[in-house]
């Protein structure tokens, strides 16, 4: 009984480190990311205060 404990706590040990680096991996590519805002000359018209919005989050 005993070695089944210990193989499903290798496991779940592999499994906790697996998800840790495909995590970091995905923070990686994430801030390699851009996001570009596009106001049309309509909205803009509308609501000036877009772009301030949109300039908010670097």
């Not at 404990?5 to 390699?32: I, N, P």
């Not at 570009?36 to 803009?44: A, C, D, K």
């Amino acid at each position: 009984m005993e070695v089944l404990d210990e193989a499903g706590k290798e496991e779940a040990e592999r499994k906790v480190r697996e998800e840790a680096e495909e995590e970091r991996e995905a923070q990686l590519a994430a801030s390699k990311l851009a996001v570009l805002f596009v106001v049309s000359p309509e909205s803009y018209a509308k609501s000036a205060k877009v772009a301030d919005k949109a300039n908010r989050y670097p």
